[in-house]
C-alpha cells in the first residue's frame, strides 16, 4: 500500500509539470474557466477547479493570455485565450517537453 500511495504521489508530480502545457493548448481557442474544464475532461485530462482557476490566474498575470470579462449574462464569466506570447511560449515549452520525452526515452531503452 505505502508503495502505491508513493507511486500515486509520483505520477500526480509528472501530471503537475505537464498541465501548464496541456492548459496553454487548450487556450488557441477562448474559454472561460468551466468550459476549460469541460474541454479537458473530454481529453481525458483530469485536473481539478481548484487547480485550474490559479494557474489560469497566474498564467494571465504572466502576460501569457488574454483575458476579457462577459458581463452580458446573469454570471459574469472571465474569458482566456492565448496571446502572442503564451503562443510562443508553448512553442517553446512544447520543444522543450519533445526534448525531454526523447532523452528520458533514450534512458530507459539503454536500461532494457
Partial sequence: MANK???DNM??????GTQIMIVL????DMQYGYSLLQVLNEKKV???A???YPLLRRLDKQGLLDSTWDTTESRPRKYYK???QGTEILKDLTSAWLDMVKEVNQIIEENK
Avoid at 505520477?11 to 503537475?16: G, I, S, T, Y
Avoid at 493548448?25 to 488557441?28: H, M, P, S, V
Fill in 5 to 7: 500511495d508513493l507511486l
Fill in 11 to 16: 505520477v500526480m508530480e509528472l501530471k503537475r
Fill in 25 to 28: 493548448d487548450a487556450l488557441k
Fill in 46 to 48: 483530469n485536473i481539478e
Fill in 50 to 52: 481548484g487547480t485550474l
Fill in 82 to 84: 492565448l496571446n502572442e
